[in-house]
């Protein structure tokens, strides 16, 4: 199994441009999540799933947006870049939102840089 | 939101025992105490989850006080491929929340 996949791996934008994060995952999970990690600190939640066709947002929503139109699928869109949002994005999916045996399993991030 | 506090770094040797305190005084009656590790331009992986007492797997090992107010990650032996960030998190009803983690550097 792939687990979770995120394209493209690296992306350098300039102010003002869009673009969109894609995250799928081949597990079958009802939650998905989608986080940023600035250098040296720790993860913050953008936003996150339950399932098809439901979205909430994080603790940090701002300038982002998602959808959630399949179980595997997860876009990240970001409409008007800004240097704010240069970091690394993960996404993370899991079989359920609490309790034991759920862990999150990750995909290796998207290095994006805003200049 | 529960919040957890953990040490910012740790420095270890090669063959060591590591343990790293999470302190979680604010924890819900339904969350789970879970732990995971971070290598430099990778995403968290899970290490270990626990509710109480004391879980065990082939990575690491887990402590939970009767109170659950803090727990301790335990690693057997550590080598210096684990170097990297170590995150306590309670999982429960909510979102998920990732504190600054503790950067453990294993020397040789």
């Known amino acids: 199994n792939a687990g979770v996949t995120q394209t493209p791996k690296f992306r350098i934008l300039k102010i003002g441009q869009s673009m969109t994060l894609q995250c799928t995952q081949d597990?079958?999970?009802?939650?998905m999540y989608w986080y940023r990690q600035d250098p040296g600190m720790g993860l913050k939640l953008i936003y996150y799933?339950?399932?098809?066709?439901?979205?909430d947002k994080g603790e940090v929503p701002n300038g982002y947006n998602v959808s959630r139109s399949t179980t595997e699928d997860f876009p990240l869109r970001l409409e008007l870049a800004a240097p704010s949002q240069t970091s690394v994005y993960f996404c993370?999916?899991?079989?359920?939102?609490?309790?034991?045996?759920?862990?999150?399993?990750f995909g290796n991030g998207t290095r994006l840089t805003v200049t | 939101l529960a919040k957890t506090t953990q040490p910012i770094s740790m420095d270890s040797y090669e063959g060591q025992e590591v343990n790293i305190t999470c302190s979680h005084n604010?924890?819900?009656?339904?969350?789970?105490i879970t732990w995971y590790q971070q290598f430099p331009s990778q995403g968290p992986r899970f290490i270990i989850q626990?509710?109480?007492t004391k879980v065990t797997n082939e990575v690491a090992s887990l402590f939970i006080p009767a109170d659950r107010k803090s727990s301790t990650l335990s690693l057997p032996r550590v080598s210096l491929s684990d170097t990297a960030v170590y995150y306590c998190?309670?999982?429960?009803?909510?979102?998920?929340?990732f504190g600054s983690g503790t950067q453990l550097t294993v020397l040789p």
């Open positions: 993370a999916s899991s079989s359920a939102g609490t309790g034991n045996n759920s862990p999150l399993h």
């Open positions: 597990m079958n999970h009802n939650y």
């Open positions: 799933s339950v399932g098809a066709g439901i979205t």
């Open positions: 604010n924890i819900a009656t339904n969350d789970y």
């Open positions: 626990g509710y109480k």
């Open positions: 998190l309670l999982v429960g009803l909510g979102q998920l929340t």
